[in-house]
């Protein structure tokens, strides 16, 4: 069975740091692509950004680029996010998901708070 | 960057009825479209890949058709348990941009 379990979220000010992981767990993690997706309170799905099966390629959103940086551990089967320089804005549930290339399964979200 | 543009944002339908939600591209995506759906409080989930292949488990009630840039997503009877808001995305190149969603209720 398929599992996708996102961990590190929390409350942050604007402007801090906090990295998101997810575990991954029944599939070969090395052989998919990966994404994050996120959902703002009441709105709606917003992709954020992408990493190849290697990691060697990476592909964010213009709302995230320059401040969040996917990677992979393959040997661990897990995803990140490092996200810097938050804002009130990037408040949401941030979603990992797999890509089969559309996304056939997300985890169950880990929620973002930006604020003071 | 191509947009992805969903009519309507809502609906009303009656039980039994037929739905009907389109997505619309700014610039052609073949058949890179997938269709999401996200019951209130839950997680998204895969309905449609490839703008017509159903995901595994999904009733056959959902169909999806179109290429290029023109999609559409149709319920051949709503049931109450479709309620939920419905999403497009592309996913041919980044960004794989979502549409903003269609709210589906029961009349």
Known sequence: EVQLLESGGGLVQPGGSLRLSCAASGFTFSNYAMSWVRQAPGKGLEWVSAISTSGGAAYYADSVKGRFTISRDNSKNSLYLQMSSLRAEDTAIYYCTKNTPAQDYWGQGTVVTVSS | DIQMTQSPSSLSASVGD???ITCRASQ??????????QKPGKVPQLLIYAASTLQSGVPSRFSGSGSGTDFTLTISSLQPEDVATYYCQKYNSAPRTFGQGTKVEIK
């Open chain 2, 18 to 20: 037929r739905v009907t």
């Open chain 2, 28 to 37: 052609g995506i073949s058949n890179y479209l997938a269709w999401y759906q």
